[in-house]
C-alpha cells in the first residue's frame, strides 16, 4: 500500500545525513538550505534536491504521522471503521500519555507519565483493556501502534472486506495468456460464442506444451468474461473490430473555434425501403457532412449508389442555402430561429427566404478512403474551393466520430419511424417491409431535409456545453449564432457559374423535342440553335454536354459548346405537374410579420412531420372530398396556382426575378372548384336493343 507523506520539517540547528555524512543547518530559506560542509565550511542545497537525495535524512527527530488516506475508508464497512477510531484513542494515548479528547494542561495518567517507555505504556494499556473486558495482550497493541505510525487509520481497521485479491483468482498464467491468444485471433474472423474460445484456448496449451490443466467450467467462463469485457469477443464483428484496432493512449482533441473550420463527411445505407425511380423497391446510402464546431448538419443526401459526383454535390449544397419549401411551416424561416438573419441578410441576400440552416463554407474536411471520397472528382472538387483534404488513416473509424455518431442518430431519431424501416440488422427486420406504403426518393428526401431543420438544428446537443455551465446545452443554431459573432460570416464561395459546374455530367443529344434524361424530357427555347446539332466534341460523338442535380428534377443545364461555353437552362416539360419550390408570389402570400419561432411551434413541426412520414405517401381517394372550402384554403390553392404560373426560385448561373403573373380566370377557376364525380361509361353492346333500356 502506497504511503503519503509530508516533508520533513527543517529548521535550524537541525542535524541531518546528507551524502554519507552528517551536517548541521546553519539557515533555511524559501528555495534553499545551507549547511555545512567539511571541505569549503558551507554549502547551499536546494531544497528540492534536498528532499529527493538517496539518503537524506533528519535525525534526532520525532517520527511524523503519515497523511490520512480518508478516501480508502469509505470502502470499509461501518463496523470497521468505529472499531479502527476506538483503537485510535488507546493508541494515542500509548503514544503521547493523554487521551485525544483531554483538555490543554491535563496530567497524564498514572503508567502514561514522563519517564514511562513506549513499552510501559503499552503493558499498561494491555492491563487496563484486560480489566475492562477486551482481553489484549501487550504484543497486540504494540503492533496495532507500529500501524497505526505506519499507515494512519486504515492501519488499524480490518481489511478483510477489502482485502485485494488476486485478479484471475487461483486460474494459473499459462491459462490466462493461452485464452488472451484466443481472443486475440478471432478479432477480424466470424463472431463464435464463448464454447470455441475455451476449445481454443485447450488447444493452444497443447501446442505451446505447457503442463497447465484447465479448471472447471465454470471458472473458464468467468475467467472469459473479465478478459473479453467492453471487446464484444462474442457480439458484433464490426464493434470487436472497431474497439481492437482502437487508439490505447488517450483520444486527443481537436480545438475548433469557428464554423468550417472542420468538417467531416461519410455515407452508410440508411435502413429503410424506397421506392426507386423505376419502381423498384430498394435502400439507399445516406451521404451526410457535419461541422465540427456547431454539430450542423450542413448537407445530407440520399442515393441508390453514392458516387464521387453526389460528394461534389454534397459540397456545393453545403455552401448554398436551404430555401423554404411548401408545405414547411413558418417556424422553420431563418428569420424566426435564433440564427443572425437580419444581420446575415445585410451580407448575404441568398439568405432572405432561407429555412433555418446556417451556410458553412468548409476549410478542412475529413473523411475515410472509400472511393467515393478520395477519387479525382472529389479532390478536384475540394481543390477548386480551397478546401483541406484530410482523409483518415485506414480502420480508423474514430478519426471522424461525430459523422460515424450522426449517421447512427438519423437512423435512430428519423429513420425507424418512415414505413419500410428495416433495422440495422436480420435480427431486427419485420416481415416483409416492403410490401408497406413505401416513400419514393424524391420524397424521402425532401422528408429529410425538412426533419434536419426541424429537429436536427434545434436539438440541444451533448457535445455544446457551456464551458463556464457545464450544465448548459445549445443547439446546433445556438452554437452557430454564438460562433458567427466571434468569427464572422464568408457570404458566397460559389457563383451560379460554379454550381453548376459541380453537378453531375451527361452527354445528350438535342432533339426537335429538347433533351431526354432518365424519361424526362427538357426544353426550352434557348435550345433552338442546338437541336438537331452537332456538338462539336468528337470524343462524344458530337453530343452536348448536360449537367444535372440529382436531388432535383426541375432543370438541367446544357453547355453552349458552340458559343461562348456558357449554360443554357432546360425545365421539365412536366414540371407544371409537379410541385414546385416556393416562388416570390407564394413568398409574398405568407411573408406577413410573425414573432420568433417557439419552442411549442418547433415541437409541434417535428410531431407533424413525424406523423405525416410514417404514415407514408398519400393514396388516391376513391371519392371527392365533399368538405366545403374555407376561404383560407381557396386563397391557398389560387397561390399554389399562381405559383406554377412564376418563375420559382432555384440554384441557377443568372437568377431572374418571376415576372408579374397576370389571375387567368381558367386558372383560378381551376384551382377553386371542386372536382367533378366521376361517371363510367358502358360498352356498346350491337346486339343489345338500344329502345329497350331503361
Known amino acids: 500500500m502506497s504511503e503519503l507523506k509530508r516533508p520533513p520539517a527543517l529548521a535550524v540547528g537541525h542535524r541531518i545525513q546528507l551524502q554519507g555524512q552528517v551536517r548541521g543547518v546553519l539557515e533555511v530559506t524559501a528555495q534553499a538550505a545551507v549547511v555545512e560542509d567539511a571541505n569549503a565550511g558551507h554549502r547551499v542545497v536546494a531544497l528540492i534536491d534536498l528532499f529527493e537525495a538517496p539518503d537524506f535524512e533528519v535525525l534526532f527527530q520525532p517520527e511524523r504521522m503519515p497523511l490520512p488516506q480518508v478516501g480508502l475508508l469509505e470502502a470499509f464497512p461501518p463496523e470497521a471503521v468505529k472499531q479502527a477510531l476506538w483503537w485510535e484513542g488507546h493508541i494515542l494515548e500509548v503514544l503521547h500519555g493523554v487521551v485525544p479528547a483531554a483538555e490543554h494542561g491535563t496530567q497524564p495518567r498514572p503508567g502514561y507519565g514522563p519517564g514511562s517507555s513506549v513499552t510501559s505504556r503499552e503493558r499498561a494499556k494491555a492491563a487496563e483493556l484486560a480489566a475492562a473486558g477486551h482481553a489484549v495482550a501487550a504484543k497486540t497493541i504494540a503492533n496495532r501502534r507500529r500501524r497505526y505510525q505506519a499507515e494512519g487509520l486504515v492501519g488499524l481497521a480490518d481489511r478483510r472486506p477489502v482485502r485485494r485479491r488476486a485478479e484471475f483468482g487461483s486460474v494459473p498464467e499459462a491459462v490466462v495468456e493461452a485464452m488472451r491468444k484466443a481472443i486475440k485471433e478471432g478479432v477480424d474472423t466470424s463472431t463464435r460464442n464463448g464454447a470455441y474460445l475455451i476449445w481454443r484456448t485447450g488447444e493452444i496449451l497443447r501446442e505451446a506444451g505447457g503442463e497447465a490443466e484447465l479448471p472447471a467450467r465454470q471458472t473458464l467462463y468467468r475467467l472469459l468474461a473479465k478478459l473479453t469485457k467492453g471487446t464484444h469477443a462474442t457480439g458484433s464483428a464490426v464493434t470487436r473490430r472497431s474497439k481492437a484496432h482502437g487508439a490505447n493512449a488517450p483520444f486527443g482533441e481537436l480545438t475548433v473555434s469557428a464554423p468550417g473550420e472542420v468538417m467531416q463527411i461519410d455515407s452508410t445505407p440508411l435502413d429503410v425501403m424506397v421506392r426507386l425511380d423505376n419502381g423498384v423497391i430498394g435502400k439507399v446510402e445516406l451521404t451526410g457532412m457535419i461541422d465540427v464546431a456547431t454539430r450542423t448538419l450542413s448537407a445530407a443526401v440520399l442515393r441508390p449508389t453514392t458516387k464521387s459526383v453526389d460528394a461534389s454535390v454534397l459540397l456545393a449544397r453545403t455552401v448554398t442555402p436551404e430555401l423554404m419549401r411548401p408545405g414547411w411551416v413558418d417556424a422553420l424561416k431563418m428569420s424566426r430561429s435564433v440564427l443572425p438573419h437580419r444581420r446575415l441578410l445585410t451580407l448575404d441576400e441568398r439568405l432572405e427566404h432561407a429555412a433555418a440552416k446556417p451556410v458553412i463554407v468548409p476549410e478542412m474536411i475529413v473523411c475515410d478512403h ?93 457535445g455544446l456545453r457551456d464551458p463556464d455551465h457545464p450544465g448548459r446545452l445549445f443547439t446546433p ?218
Open 477 to 694: 443554431n445556438q452554437k452557430y449564432a454564438a460562433l458567427v459573432e466571434a468569427c464572422g460570416y464568408v457570404p458566397v464561395a460559389l457563383s451560379g457559374q460554379d454550381y453548376v459546374e459541380l453537378l453531375p455530367s451527361a452527354w445528350r443529344a438535342v432533339n426537335s423535342y429538347g433533351i431526354r434524361i432518365n424519361n424526362r424530357t427538357y426544353d426550352s427555347p434557348e435550345l433552338g440553335p442546338m437541336r438537331l446539332k452537332d456538338s462539336g466534341v468528337t470524343a462524344k460523338r458530337g453530343l452536348w454536354e448536360v449537367h444535372r442535380d440529382p436531388y432535383d428534377v426541375s432543370y438541367v443545364w446544357v453547355r453552349d459548346h458552340r458559343g461562348d461555353g456558357g449554360w443554357v437552362k432546360a425545365t421539365w416539360k412536366h414540371l407544371n405537374r409537379a410541385p414546385v419550390p416556393f416562388g416570390d408570389l407564394a413568398w409574398d402570400h405568407v411573408s406577413h410579420q410573425l414573432p420568433k419561432a417557439t419552442e411549442e411551434e418547433l415541437a409541434q413541426a417535428v410531431a407533424d412531420l413525424l406523423t405525416r412520414a410514417h404514415a407514408g405517401p398519400g393514396r388516391a381517394a376513391g371519392k371527392k372530398d365533399r368538405k366545403p372550402k374555407t376561404g383560407a384554403a381557396k386563397d391557398g390553392r389560387r397561390i399554389a396556382a399562381r405559383t406554377k404560373a412564376s418563375a420559382p426560385t432555384v440554384p441557377a448561373p443568372a437568377p431572374e426575378p418571376p415576372g408579374d403573373v397576370e389571375d387567368g380566370p381558367d386558372v383560378l377557376d381551376e384551382a377553386e372548384g371542386d372536382l367533378a364525380e366521376v361517371i363510367p361509361l358502358g360498352l356498346f353492346n350491337p346486339l343489345e336493343d338500344p329502345w329497350g333500356r331503361s
Open 370 to 462: 472509400g472511393k467515393v471520397f478520395i477519387s479525382r472528382n472529389f479532390r478536384s472538387s475540394c481543390r477548386f474551393l480551397e478546401i483541406d483534404f484530410q482523409p483518415t488513416h485506414k480502420g480508423a473509424p474514430f478519426q471522424k466520430g461525430h459523422i460515424e455518431k450522426m449517421l447512427g442518430s438519423v437512423a435512430l431519431m428519423f429513420a425507424q419511424f418512415l414505413p419500410g424501416y428495416t433495422g440495422r440488422n436480420t435480427d431486427q427486420r419485420g416481415r416483409h417491409p416492403e410490401q408497406e406504403n413505401v416513400w419514393s426518393l424524391p420524397e424521402l428526401q425532401d422528408l429529410l431535409d425538412e426533419w434536419i431543420i426541424a429537429k436536427w438544428q434545434n436539438r440541444p446537443h451533448d
